[in-house]
């Protein structure tokens, strides 16, 4: 049964950078699409992206402009980056295995973006 | 961008009830790209069904999914205990994915 655990920073300062990164454990991250979402209480469940095991990536284009995921196999790991971030991406952010639906999850991290 | 609303917000029932959640997409779903998720507080959601109507691993068959086009349902038959929880309803047929609002099932 795989399993994700989130890890990062739990407070970012507004205009800073939010970086994440999900760690694999218990499965191979090759030949499958693994995602970002994040959950607030604003705006619900929302899908930040995802990226394939070879690199490919496709992102929500309302956060486009300021996403940036990578992955790293031989680490297990994948991450997230969110530039330029104000109080609405406060949210709890969850890692997923999957590409459009989402059956395993990582436990989720509070990012809170505050000064 | 598909636009996801769920009703009712609150469906408050008893144990041994059956319940009926509703999903409606502001434009058609395609190919059947929708999927029901459960979360607990403190949890993250938990895949239930994909395809409108195909249980994910694990999911027992007292939760079901119908649906066509731009109005689904998820039924859960026999309410448990363990079924009290907040459901959420997401397509995934064209980016970006997106969730339902959510179904706060409570017990009466």
């Known amino acids: 049964q795989v399993q994700l655990q989130e890890s990062g920073p739990g407070q970012v300062r507004p205009s800073e950078t939010l970086s994440l990164t999900c760690t694999v454990a218990e499965g191979s991250m090759d030949a499958y699409w693994w995602s970002w979402l994040r959950q607030s209480a604003g705006k619900g469940l929302e899908w930040i992206g995802r990226?394939?095991?070879?690199?490919?990536?496709n992102y929500n284009p309302s956060l486009k402009s300021r996403v940036a995921m990578s992955v790293d196999t031989s680490k297990s790991q994948f991450s997230l980056k969110l530039t330029s971030v104000t109080a609405a991406d406060t949210a709890v952010y969850y890692c997923?295995?999957?590409?459009?639906?989402?059956?395993?999850w990582g436990q989720g991290t509070l990012v809170t973006v505050s000064s | 961008e598909i636009v996801l609303t769920q009703s009712p917000g609150t469906l408050s029932l008893s144990p041994g009830e059956r319940a009926t959640l509703s999903c409606r997409a502001s434009?058609?779903?395609?190919?059947?790209?929708l999927a029901w998720y459960q979360q607990k507080p403190g949890q993250a959601p938990r895949l239930l069904i994909d395809g409108i109507s195909r249980r994910a691993t694990g999911i027992p068959d007292r939760f079901s999914g119908s649906g066509s086009g731009t109005d689904f349902t998820l039924t859960i038959t026999r309410l448990e205990p363990e079924d009290f929880a907040l459901y959420y309803c997401?397509?995934?047929?064209?980016?970006?994915?997106?969730f339902g609002p959510g179904t706060t099932l409570a017990i009466k």
């Open positions: 997401q397509h995934y047929g064209s980016s970006p994915f997106t």
């Open positions: 990226i394939y095991s070879s690199g490919n990536t």
């Open positions: 997923a295995r999957g590409g459009t639906i989402f059956a395993h």
């Open positions: 434009q058609s779903v395609a190919s059947n790209f």
